[in-house]
């Protein structure tokens, strides 16, 4: 429990330091509003109390950015590398 406690408050830290770091950088472009339930948004109040985030606009906005960054780091595998992988696994016997 310590060791988890501890990772909690090092993690929180991080995502307070992410958070300065990108509340001072300008924002450029424009916004658009968008509606989300009252439900989710008083669980995302509930969970910002205990991070560095300022607001909940800007804690959609760094999962967000999160998440579509998850999405364009799956693509790690060239369509070459695929194709050896496939050649591979047919090879073991695990594909047809």
Same mark, same amino acid.
């Given at each position: 429990? /310590?060791? %988890?406690?501890?990772?909690?408050?090092? %993690?929180?830290?991080?995502?307070?330091?992410?958070?300065?770091?990108?509340?001072?950088?300008?924002?450029?472009?424009? %916004?658009?509003?968008? @509606?989300?339930?009252?439900? =989710? =948004?008083?669980? =995302?109040?509930?969970?910002?109390?205990?991070?560095?985030?300022?607001?909940?606009?800007?804690?959609?906005? /760094?999962?967000? &950015?999160?998440?579509? @960054?998850?999405?364009?780091?799956?693509?790690? %595998?060239? &369509?070459?590398?695929?194709?050896?992988?496939?050649?591979?696994?047919?090879?073991?016997?695990?594909?047809?």
């Amino acid at each position: 429990m /310590y060791y %988890f406690k501890k990772f909690q408050n090092i %993690f929180n830290l991080i995502l307070y330091i992410s958070m300065k770091i990108m509340n001072k950088e300008k924002t450029e472009g424009k %916004f658009v509003k968008v @509606s989300i339930p009252k439900s =989710i =948004i008083e669980k =995302i109040e509930q969970r910002i109390k205990q991070t560095g985030f300022e607001s909940v606009s800007s804690y959609i906005s /760094y999962v967000l &950015k999160e998440v579509l @960054s998850e999405d364009e780091e799956e693509d790690v %595998f060239s &369509k070459e590398d695929e194709e050896r992988v496939k050649e591979r696994l047919k090879a073991l016997g695990y594909l047809d």
